[in-house]
């Protein structure tokens, strides 16, 4: 239960370090990422909140 709670905090903790997509910090981290790395859904929203 104790390696449960450990691993929820820890997905909270990263989740709640991340930008917020479509800002800009959100869009510098993007634009430092390999493009091959990008998720489908990252590169759609790239597209809609940093391009245009």
Do not use: I, Q, R
Not at 18 to 36: A, H, I, R, T, Y
């Amino acid at each position: 239960m104790k390696k449960m709670f450990a691993m929820l905090a820890v997905v909270f903790f990263v989740a709640g370090c991340s930008p917020e997509v479509g800002s800009d910090d959100w869009c510098k981290e993007l634009k430092e990422k390999p493009k091959g790395d990008w998720s489908a859904n990252e590169a759609t929203d790239f597209a809609k909140h940093c391009v245009f």
